[in-house]
């Protein structure tokens, strides 16, 4: 089945700085792969996507870029502010649509 | 708008007991429900995707005997955690997803908690 690694594991910037957030999977045959954010106390957040027939998605000051030859995502969060502070997940598909999720990146944003 | 509810939010049993989360959809037809628990670790792990009419299909590590779970309606799941320990603690999530949309977004609930002594 799929597997997703995410590095790095913690992230502490100055507020302003851009940050990199890596993450790999293993199964070719994923077309689709969301990504979350979860603050302290509150519910998973959708923050962005892309699919496998796209190399790169903007979101404001998030960047999605897309590997697919070597099965490689990397988000790109840039201005960061002390409101990005928390942890994210980029996540792919196992099976039908059910997610597999990496094991997180906790950002924390320092004023 | 689409939104997922979670009942209880917390809950705490002692070791060896049983408790019973539920999930809530609203706004939208919930014909596929998965069910993760993310460790105190913060690893989310996938525990049974269930889907209206279809058998529910658990990952590996996870049984119905352990998680039995319910999907009744376009609306509703819920999932029992049958005799509790320690290592069953963590944040229970429910994700739904209306299957006639393609790559639609999975919208999740807040969590239940679980706390076991």
């Known amino acids: 089945g799929e597997q997703v690694e995410q590095l790095p594991s913690s992230l502490i910037v100055q507020e302003g700085a851009s940050v990199l957030i890596n993450c790999s999977y293993t199964d070719s045959a994923s077309v689709y792969f969301p990504w979350y954010k979860q603050e302290p106390g509150k519910r998973l957040q959708f923050i962005i996507d892309i699919r496998s027939n796209m190399e790169r998605k903007q979101n404001q000051r998030l960047t999605l870029l897309f590997d697919k030859k070597t099965k490689h995502l990397s988000l790109h969060i840039t201005a960061t502010q002390p409101g990005d502070s928390a942890i994210y997940f980029c996540s792919a598909p196992s099976g039908s649509w059910q997610l597999i999720f990496g094991s997180g990146t906790q950002l924390t944003v320092m004023p | 708008g689409a939104l997922v509810y979670q009942y209880p939010r917390r809950t705490i049993c002692k070791s060896g007991t049983s408790m019973r989360m539920e999930c809530q959809a609203v706004g939208f037809q919930a014909t596929s429900v998965a069910w993760y628990r993310q460790s105190p670790q913060k690893t989310f792990e996938l525990i049974a995707l269930?889907?209206?009419?279809?058998?529910?299909?658990?990952e590996q590590n996870f049984t119905q005997e352990k998680f039995p779970i319910s999907h009744p309606n376009l609306s509703f799941s819920s999932m029992t955690v049958l005799n509790a320990y320690l290592e069953d603690r963590g944040l229970y999530l429910c994700?739904?997803?209306?299957?006639?949309?393609?790559?639609?977004?999975?919208?999740f609930g807040p969590g239940t908690r679980l706390t076991v002594l």
């Open positions: 269930s889907t209206v009419n279809s058998a529910i299909k658990y």
């Open positions: 994700g739904a997803r209306e299957v006639a949309l393609n790559y639609a977004e999975q919208f």
